[in-house]
């Protein structure tokens, strides 16, 4: 196997979904309801960390439902041999919709044109589609009015190939330190479905949080919440009070292939951007931006060296340009790294880059640093 590969802890993973269940346990709630579920985000590949098998660990660990973002990713998990129920969280086309009632994906639902469409698809089929009416109160994305909730609730459930099986909304800055456009959110939609309850429609499951609300507001928990990057060991943003012990699940490295001492003034990789200042000592990194590792992180980031035999562990910065495959770091000039050390890029260890780190160096969220992590990565798997 390659140097370059991403660890994913899924020791973390069931410690962070864990943690995530205790807060939801202990919230307060209304008399006998239940403890809200959970709708764990699976989408893109589970930001990057393998979707198949991260899914099997989050229904091990008390999770129901799965979500993804596209038929393939859910047909993907079928494949798998995962029966779970799985909402698709974006809109197919309508050349898909007959495999989303094949495959018994439930689909986020806003509009009657699409409502009519799968139950059309699901009559072909000769199943009951299972759909989520989904409700835009400020995110401006995809859902109705809520004003137009209860009629759409309300074909909904009186079409004999469809079922309501939920009622749900998303929050664009759960993740801010202003809480009122949220909790007015939360305000509306729980109007809403109490309209749509009070119009003689059963529901369904109700559910609205993602991870920014799991973290910050219990009244938006409803029947189940939908968390994704706290799972992942990651805050949404910087703007939220750290409640929550998350350990990051992945570890991206790789190893030192080459290395050479250079004189000052030599310069390093494409650009020539980077000068010695020092005689130092160069190590060369086989991984690139065609990995997940920014080009914008040229001379910007650090990586963790584990030199030597004993392992000294230190930081190293990134010299000259991030290449397609490679980059070179420099080591200093007393190092005594050697050919074949391990360097971690990010990962849950205090010492080095964490995904927040490297999201902050290149203007982005911990989100897209996991997700970029390339295809050719392999991911190796480690369980407690
Ligand atoms: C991705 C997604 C989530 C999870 O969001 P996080 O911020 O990662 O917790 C929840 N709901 C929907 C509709 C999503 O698309």
Do not use: W
């Not at 309801?33 to 990057?48: F, I, L």
């Not at 943003?237 to 000052?264: A, G, N």
């Amino acid at each position: 196997m390659r140097a370059t590969r991403a660890i994913i802890d899924l020791g973390n993973y069931r410690h962070n979904l864990r943690v995530i269940k205790e807060r939801l346990q202990q919230a307060d709630r209304p008399r006998g309801r239940p403890v809200p579920g959970m709708c764990v985000a699976v989408k893109a590949d589970a930001y990057g960390h393998g979707a198949t098998a991260l899914a099997r660990v989050a229904l091990e660990e008390g999770a129901e439902h799965l979500g993804v973002a596209t038929v393939d990713e859910a047909v993907r998990l079928r494949e798998a041999g995962i029966t779970a129920p799985i909402l698709l969280y974006s809109l197919p086309l309508p050349e898909e919709v007959e495999e989303v009632c094949r495959t018994g994906i439930s689909p986020f639902v806003a509009d009657e044109e699409y409502c009519d469409r799968i139950a059309a698809a699901a009559e072909r089929v000769g199943t009951t589609a299972r759909i989520h009416l989904k409700i835009d109160t400020g995110m401006g994305r995809i859902g109705c009015r809520p004003d137009e909730a209860v009629s759409l609730a309300g074909r909904i459930s009186s079409n004999p190939n469809l079922e309501l099986a939920g009622i749900a909304t998303h929050f664009p800055i759960a993740d801010a330190a202003d809480r009122s456009f949220t909790e007015h959110q939360i305000d509306v939609f729980g109007r809403t479905v109490k309209d749509i309850r009070e119009a003689g429609v059963t529901e369904g499951i109700v559910h609205a949080a993602n991870s920014g609300a799991v973290i910050a507001y219990p009244a938006a928990y409803f029947d189940m919440v939908r968390p994704g990057i706290a799972t992942y060991g990651y805050y949404p943003s910087h703007d939220q009070e750290r409640i929550l012990d998350l350990r990051p699940v992945m570890q991206f490295e790789s190893r030192i292939v080459f290395i050479k001492t250079v004189e000052p003034g030599t310069s390093v990789s494409y650009g020539r951007t980077y000068r010695a200042s020092r005689r130092t000592v160069i190590g060369t990194v086989p991984a690139g931006y065609a990995d997940g590792f920014n080009r914008l992180l040229s001379n910007q980031a650090e990586v963790l060296v584990f030199e030597g035999e004993g392992a000294s562990v230190r930081r190293a910065a990134v010299a000259g340009r991030v290449c397609m495959d490679q980059f070179m770091i420099d080591l200093g000039p007393e190092s005594r790294a050697r050919k074949y050390d391990k360097v971690v890029l990010f990962g849950p260890d205090p010492r080095g880059p964490s995904g927040e780190e490297i999201a902050d160096l290149t203007g982005t969220i911990p989100y897209e640093v996991t997700c970029a992590v390339g295809a050719r990565v392999p991911r190796v798997y480690r369980d407690e």
